[in-house]
Every structure is written in C-alpha cells, then in structure tokens.
C-alpha cells in the first residue's frame, strides 16, 4: 500500500486549503485513516481520523470545528478540509492508515502505512 498526499502550499491566515491522500496497492475501505502533522522542532500532532467501517471519525481539540476529515469510497481518497488556517497549524501534514479500524492508534508509528506528507504553510 503506498500514500500520496498532494494538496499543500502557501495561504494566508484565514484561508483555507483541502488536503488530498490517493492509496494505491490496496483498498483503504476497511481501515482507520488519520492526518498527522508535525511542525519543525516539535513531536507529531494526531490531527483527525475516520473510521471507514463505521465513518466515525475524531478530530483533535486544535483543530476541532476547523477542519474536517472524510474518505471518498469511489475515489479511494482520504481529504482533510482546512479552514480558518492559523500560522500555528504551519507544519508538514501526513496521511495514515491502520488495519485496525477503530481510530485507536495514537501515534504515527503506531499506524500500518503512512506517506512522505505535503507542506502547509499559513504566512502572510
């Protein structure tokens, strides 16, 4: 199974950004599906994560009412809409995917699969 995040770059504070993970090697419909991110000098932050099972999902207190994580079963695509983007959420975003589809993996190496992330930075 191989990730692919695409969908980062440059906006200002206020603006918004979705971003994108395409799975390729295997069918993502029975996983649990996070974002992390991690900005320079600091531990990765579990962002959201959607239980595709169920369709649960769990998003941080950070970001909660902000952003918003869903899954494309067509498209086999993991999305993560960002909104009201702060320059505290600058950071490089991965995606994620754990066989167990319960959301219960708290930290990125605790997931199967995770990709190489895409770079958001909020700046004016």
């Known amino acids: 199974l191989q990730l692919v995040e695409s969908g980062g770059g440059l906006v200002q504070p206020g603006g918004s950004l979705t971003l994108a993970c395409a799975a390729s090697?295997?069918?993502?419909?029975?996983?649990?599906l996070g974002w992390f991110r991690q900005a320079p000098g600091k531990d990765d932050e579990g962002v959201a994560c959607?239980?595709?099972?169920?369709?649960?999902?769990d998003v941080a207190d950070s970001v909660k009412g902000r952003f918003v994580i869903s899954f494309d079963l067509a498209k086999d695509t993991l999305y993560l809409q960002m909104n009201s983007l702060e320059p505290e959420d600058t950071a490089l975003y991965f995606c994620?995917?754990?066989?167990?589809?319960?959301?219960?993996?708290?930290?990125?190496?605790?997931?199967?699969?995770w990709g190489r992330g895409t770079q958001v930075t909020v700046s004016s």
């Open positions: 994620a995917a754990d066989a167990r589809p319960d959301c219960s993996a708290d930290e990125l190496d605790d997931y199967d699969y």
């Open positions: 090697g295997l069918s993502l419909d029975y996983y649990a």
């Open positions: 959607i239980s595709n099972p169920t369709g649960s999902t």
